[in-house]
């Protein structure tokens, strides 16, 4: 197939190499998978466990086990009849001494072919930095560091070159100035290599000296006077610390403490990260480079499609998705003559608003699936447990109810810190425009910027997509929006600067500039602010106001708007009809690598939404019973006069009723241990990622091991107080509810239209936070065991060990495979729900020819199961309440999940039959009448 049925992704990485995923391949084969959706593969820094911080997309990453391993798990792959969808990265590339692009920058400069490759601005305002790359990689001020010999001169013997080393960090030293190392030496043997760098020090000719170099150095004599010329620059002496900076000064770099990135960095970062560099894949040239292998790998036929992350780095993805497709398409016709002829299968990784639609021109099959988990989430969510739930946020914080306050202040802090740099950059680009119009040309640089901030702090979507041709209606909505925000918080005096800024982002079209000068500036304004927006957006939602935003941490997930707190059946129908339309091959995830919570533990904390009051009296009894228990701190400036406090606390307590494992027991001490070691993991992160008493920066300590020893002292079994048996009996209480809003979930992901995708783990139940907990290895072993041992029929009652949620995975896929055509390109028709339990069911129809398929679940199962113990609904709780069936349906319906026929009378089907064993139903029916 070359569209996928039903993907799987798989992290890879040295601990779960080409090899090891071979071994998992027949397992998935099994469960119904079609296609191997694998984390990035090219050539990433070493030890990477995620694969985004590529150093090389030349080479398969040889900890993974290069190429060849690469040909064996594929040739396992396509002996199941499977295939292989890869994950890219086309915005970004690690830096440092594993990068040879980025190394030749370091070493030639603006004169490396690889100057323009990396989204570099040379002529920065810092006039230090003409000419030069910030290199912020030293963990103390310049000077402190020079000054106690940290960074050294060294010599590569094997490659005749010298280079500055710092800790990990190996910085290449100017080939120019190689002839002032070498003078120091004062010796006449090195006369010869002195004088090619003295005469020509340029690419041409540098290989020569540095092969001169690698002679010396094979015999004593010559390593011996080369050693002697870095000893001159030694910084345990005065005149050595002199030379050496004198020395440093003359690079096309500058070593600088990590701390001045935020201000000063003059190169694109993915995000606020250091350790990767923008690259500009807009241009032909580097667009062939990065993607060079990958074309080769598709031409060959070792993959099928790929999926593109965060494309909303580039500066221009519409343009960029085109000219992929285009450059696959062609390609296509050189594949083996054995695979589909079907154009290659792309989806990118991007986040929508509750109200954004995804571009219908990029000439892609959709997205990696966020949106769809989103709405799937929402819909499972009480809309009656908002009010009485943001009621106790606020009664037990103080905080407001209000999501969207939390991120527009914490927009404000990374503009005036993390991403300062990058929003000066942006800044000063639009100064730069504004001087080329008289009507513009007074505005001044702080104004714009004060202007320009309130039109980030309200910008309501992560990017617009304007281009040379200007923006289209759907931008020009998305800015009109941040301006009616945006108005408000500008003094009235500045007003017009900021329709002027608008004017740039959506009003003349940068191709309609007087002068090419003009064109280019505006068309740079516009870059700046279109690849400035994602990063504010996904640290000031994802990074900073999920984790300091507790409502219903249910709701706290990539993609989503935790201020969006339920969604309902009717507007979950609508966004299923429309992608069935539009892109009928994006999707459908549930649980992804960069998830904060597993899909299970969102599922759990989900039926909160349900009790609101119940879960009201329960967090109120648990804060008066822990309260002695708070650790007491120092009060100052910075920390407050105890940990936690009532948000940090109120979020744990969620985290732990969310994420308890079904099988975990008191008196399990080791299973104890290491659930008390996970969530101190994740609490920790969320301190710092919350950036209000800690941050990654400068953490405080004090504040994180009094939440730490909190943490331990009430999961403690031996401490003798009441909290932790408390707490495992209202996970017992609710732990079936969450398990049925999971099946309802998975049920939802396997049958709507687009493709399924499981995160690895996750066909059984899946208690993950967030990374790197979400990346734990998998027990395949279990997995293939269950597999064997599935029964003819799916049980409730055994619902405890996962094995009802992979048979519902399979049997799915199962019907996935037998009957494509319903499921890629099947009407999709919502159903109607009669009687009392209606708001709490959701059923549709998929349908192709005489085939039709029904799925319903219960999506508010709490009140509604047998007792709390067991997903097998309440037979009586639904009696009364029946499903609509189009008069088109025969009366006949076959069970496949309960090997059961069922019958309707006057097109109406009981739910008491429909959810006589399970809270899902997939019911089929081959022609009208049968």
């Known amino acids: 197939m070359a569209i996928p049925r039903a993907t799987a992704r798989l992290q890879l990485h040295k601990d779960f190499t080409f090899d090891d995923a071979m071994a998992v391949v027949p397992y998935y084969a099994s469960l119904g998978i079609s296609h191997i959706y694998a984390s990035p593969i090219l050539t990433a820094r070493a030890g990477s466990m995620h694969g985004y911080d590529i150093v090389d997309p030349t080479r398969i990453n040889p900890e993974l086990g290069g190429e060849e391993g690469l040909r064996r798990l594929v040739e396992r792959i396509r002996a199941h009849g499977m295939g292989l969808i890869l994950d890219i990265v086309p915005n970004h590339m690690g830096v440092g001494p594993e990068n040879p692009w980025w190394q030749h920058v370091l070493e030639w400069g603006e004169h490396s072919p690889y100057a323009r490759w990396f989204d570099i601005d040379w002529r920065p305002a810092d006039e230090t930095l003409h000419g030069k790359v910030m290199a912020p990689f030293l963990g103390q001020p310049y000077g402190d560091i020079l000054a106690a010999g940290e960074i050294r001169l060294e010599f590569d013997a094997a490659r005749g070159r010298f280079f500055v080393s710092y800790y990990a960090h190996r910085f290449p030293v100017a080939p120019e100035t190689y002839a002032d190392i070498l003078r120091a030496a004062g010796a006449e043997r090195l006369a010869p290599v002195l004088a090619v760098f003295e005469h020509d020090a340029g690419q041409q000719n540098a290989p020569r000296g540095f092969g001169m170099l690698c002679e010396l150095a094979q015999d004593a004599e010559g390593a011996a006077l080369i050693a002697a010329a870095i000893g001159a620059f030694a910084g345990n002496t005065a005149e050595g610390m002199e030379r050496l900076h004198a020395l440093l000064e003359r690079q096309h770099y500058r070593l600088a403490w990590w701390r001045c990135a935020a201000d000063g960095i003059n190169w694109r970062r993915f995000f606020e990260v250091t350790e990767l560099a923008g690259v500009r894949v807009e241009q032909d040239d580097v667009f062939e480079a990065i993607h060079a292998l990958i074309f080769r790998l598709y031409t060959e036929g070792l993959i099928d499609g790929v999926r593109i992350d965060h494309v909303d780095g580039l500066a221009d993805p519409g343009a960029y998705c085109r000219k992929l497709r285009a450059r696959l398409q062609a390609l296509s016709t050189q594949r083996p003559p054995e695979l589909p002829p079907a154009p290659a299968w792309i989806v990118v990784e991007k986040i929508l608003a509750h109200d954004e639609q995804l571009r219908g021109n990029w000439d892609i099959d959709g997205t990696s699936g966020y949106d769809f988990m989103d709405r799937v989430g929402a819909v499972l969510h009480d809309a009656d447990g908002e009010a009485p739930l943001g009621a106790l946020w606020t009664e037990l914080t103080g905080q407001p109810d209000d999501f969207l306050a939390e991120v527009r202040a914490a927009r404000r802090r990374l503009l005036a810190n993390n991403l300062s740099g990058e929003f000066e950059a942006a800044s000063r680009a639009l100064h730069a425009l504004a001087r080329t119009d008289l009507r513009t040309r007074d505005f001044s640089l702080g104004a714009i910027r004060r202007v320009f901030t309130e039109f980030l702090v309200a910008f309501p979507v992560y990017r617009t997509y304007v281009d040379a041709n200007g923006c289209d209606e759907t931008d020009a909505q998305v800015i009109e929006r941040a301006l009616e925000h945006a108005r408000q918080c500008v003094d009235r005096t500045e007003r017009p600067l900021l329709d002027v800024l608008a004017g740039w982002f959506g009003g003349a079209a940068p191709r309609d500039a007087a002068t090419p000068r003009i064109r280019h500036l505006h068309q740079r304004a516009i870059t700046r602010f279109q690849q400035l927006t994602p990063p504010l957006a996904a640290k000031s939602v994802e990074d900073t106001a999920f984790y300091r935003y507790g409502r219903l941490l249910s709701r706290n997930e990539v993609g989503s708007d935790p201020g969006q707190f339920a969604l309902d059946v009717a507007a979950f129908h609508d966004a299923n009809r429309l992608r069935a339309e539009r892109f009928p091959a994006s999707l459908l995830a549930t649980a992804t690598h960069d998830h904060k919570r597993g899909e299970d533990v969102r599922m759990r904390i989900a039926a909160l939404s349900e009790m609101p009051r119940d879960w009201a009296e329960t967090v109120r009894a648990w804060m008066a019973m822990n309260a002695p228990l708070r650790a007491a701190l120092t009060p100052d400036d910075d920390t407050p006069p105890h940990a936690p406090q009532a948000g940090d606390e109120l979020m744990l307590y969620q985290t732990l009723v969310g994420a308890w494992p079904l099988a975990l027991q008191p008196s399990d001490a080791e299973g104890l241990r290491r659930f008390v070691e996970r969530v101190d993991q994740w609490q920790t992160k969320a301190l710092r990622e ?46 079936a509810a969450g398990a049925a809003k999971s099946l309802a979930q998975t049920l939802l992901r396997m049958t709507c239209p687009g493709i399924p995708d499981l995160y690895q783990g996750t066909d059984m139940w899946d208690f993950s936070l967030v990374d790197p907990d979400n990346r734990r290895p ?91 113990s067991s997903v097998a609904p309440d037979t009586e709780a639904w009696r009364d309440t029946l499903l609509v069936l189009p008069a088109e349906c025969g009366p006949q319906w076959a069970d496949t999940l309960g090997d059961l026929p069922l019958t309707a009378a006057d097109n109406r089907l009981r739910l008491s039959d429909v959810f006589a064993r399970l809270p899902v139903a997939l019911l089929m029916q081959d022609g009208a009448g049968a």
């Open 778 to 868: 998998v027990d395949y072993e279990r997995r293939r065991a269950a597999m064997d041992d599935a029964g003819t029929g799916l049980q409730a009652d055994d619902w405890h060990s996962g094995r009802l949620k992979q048979q519902l995975v399979a049997r799915t896929l199962a019907l996935r495979k037998r009957d494509p055509e319903l499921f890629e390109r099947g009407e999709y028709l919502p159903l109607a729900v009669d009687g009392p339990g209606a708001g709490r069911v959701i059923a549709f129809l998929r349908r192709a020819g005489r085939r039709t398929l029904l799925a319903a679940a219960i999506r508010l199962p709490c009140g509604t199961l047998a007792d709390p």
């Open 690 to 735: 919350a950036k209000q008493v800690s941050n990654w920066v400068q953490p405080n300590e004090a504040y994180e091991a009094g939440c730490r020893a909190f943490l331990q002292t009430i999961l403690d079994p031996a401490a003798g107080h009441g909290f932790l048996p408390a707490l495992c009996a209202f996970v017992e209480r609710i732990a």
